[in-house]
Each structure stands twice: as structure tokens, then as C-alpha cells.
């Protein structure tokens, strides 16, 4: 990215990419990406009412059981939710695709362990295209990390074990950059660069090739 394209995001969106929780840079970058949302996926969207979880307990988590995409009211949430919808599988609706994310995270929880979802494939892939689509935002790029120490060891993906972090200096020790575009595979990148060149559109029913006649007849009612 060049100098000159740096500063300009910088001057829209500033430097962070989560800003203060009341903060009117917070509003301005949630208000753009709800706007995208909206008009690029033709998606309903906002805030997430909660989700009920295995303990019978409303925790704030994204619920799109609903048809509409929920997400955490902060910018990394968002994009995040909107990188699991781009690597949906096909001809899956939202409520599909959020029971979908629910076996997910049980299946990594009962085979690898509490608390090893983002270590998994199926959150590695969504944090990696994170920042391909805050490009495509023009919003700030995500240096969200876990703290570490120097000699920590080094985090990898639970399925076959490969290093899934980036260790940097900070001025308070290090920590380990976990989104990252690099841990993206070929299928990943082929898919979001489908959906951004309309190849792949989304509809009610999930995503559909566009010169397929499912997405022709869509486009013909929504003419």
C-alpha cells in the first residue's frame, strides 16, 4: 500500500482499528461497514441481540438465526462476521450457515479442547481474510494480538500443527498477530476475489454462481 493511500485512510478512519467504545471514530467506522454490509450483500444488519448458550445464559455473540447479520458493536467484530459470511459453503441461508458455525466450534471443542477455536481452520481462515476486506473498506488494518512473551511457544493451527502467528515487538514486550492474510489458502483468496468480481452473489438462499438461474431470476425481480 502506498504512503499516500496510508495517510488517506488514516485521515478517514484514523490509525486504529478499534476505537474507543463511545468514541465518534467507533460510530463513523461501524456506520461504514454497516452501510457495506448493506449495500454490497444487500443484507440487513446491526448490533447482535445475543445468543442463548449451552447454559441458558444471553451472551453478546452474533446471532443470525433471523436472516439478519448480527454482529459485537467494535470494527474487528464486524469484518470478522463478514469474513464468515464470504467463505460460507454455497446454498446455505444465515440461519443455515450460523448452525453451521455452532457444530464448528463444538466439533474443535471436543476434539482439540476449551478455548482452541481460534487456532482452528475454521476461525484462522475468517481472521486472514479480515484484512483483505478492511482494504476493500479502506479501514485501518487489524494489529489485534495476543500478548506473549519472547520465548513463549510459538502458536499453531490445531489441524496439522502449522504456525499461525506473526511474533512482533511492542513497547510493552511482544505479542503474536493472529490476523493475518498470509494464513489464507488458495481456496480463500479465489473465493473472496469471486464474490468481489460477481462471480459469486448472495441471495436468500445462500451464495449462487451469478450466471447460474437461480441469480438470474433474482436479478430479474430485483429489476
Not at 467484530?77 to 467463505?87: G, M, T, Y
Request: hydrophobic content about 35%.
Amino acid at each position: 500500500m502506498s504512503k499516500n493511500k496510508r495517510s488517506e485512510i488514516k485521515r478517514i478512519f484514523g490509525a486504529n482499528s478499534v476505537p474507543g467504545v463511545n468514541s465518534p471514530m467507533r460510530a463513523k467506522q461501524m456506520k461504514h461497514i454497516h452501510d457495506f454490509i448493506q449495500g454490497f450483500f444487500g443484507l440487513t444488519n446491526g448490533k447482535t441481540p445475543g445468543k442463548i448458550n449451552a447454559s441458558g445464559k444471553l451472551i453478546d455473540k452474533p446471532n443470525w438465526e433471523y436472516g439478519e447479520l448480527t454482529y459485537e458493536f467494535n470494527p474487528n467484530a464486524a469484518v470478522h462476521e463478514i469474513a464468515h459470511l464470504c467463505l460460507a459453503d454455497k446454498g446455505l441461508s444465515l440461519k443455515q450457515i450460523d448452525s453451521q458455525m455452532r457444530q464448528q466450534y463444538g466439533y474443535v471443542m471436543s476434539t482439540h479442547g476449551y478455548q482452541k477455536q481460534k487456532r482452528s481452520v475454521y476461525e484462522i481462515l475468517p481472521m486472514g481474510l479480515e484484512q483483505k476486506i478492511r482494504r476493500v473498506l479502506g479501514l485501518p488494518a487489524s494489529m489485534h494480538g495476543i500478548d506473549v512473551n519472547l520465548n513463549s511457544p510459538i502458536r499453531r493451527c490445531v489441524e496439522g500443527n502449522k504456525p499461525c502467528a506473526k511474533r512482533i515487538k511492542t513497547k510493552k514486550g511482544h505479542k503474536d498477530l493472529i490476523r493475518l492474510s498470509s494464513n489464507l489458502d488458495v481456496y480463500s483468496i479465489n473465493r473472496f476475489n469471486a464474490i468481489l468480481e460477481g462471480r459469486l452473489v448472495w441471495t436468500n438462499s445462500g451464495w449462487i454462481e451469478s450466471n447460474s438461474i437461480d441469480a438470474k431470476i433474482n436479478r430479474r425481480v430485483a429489476g
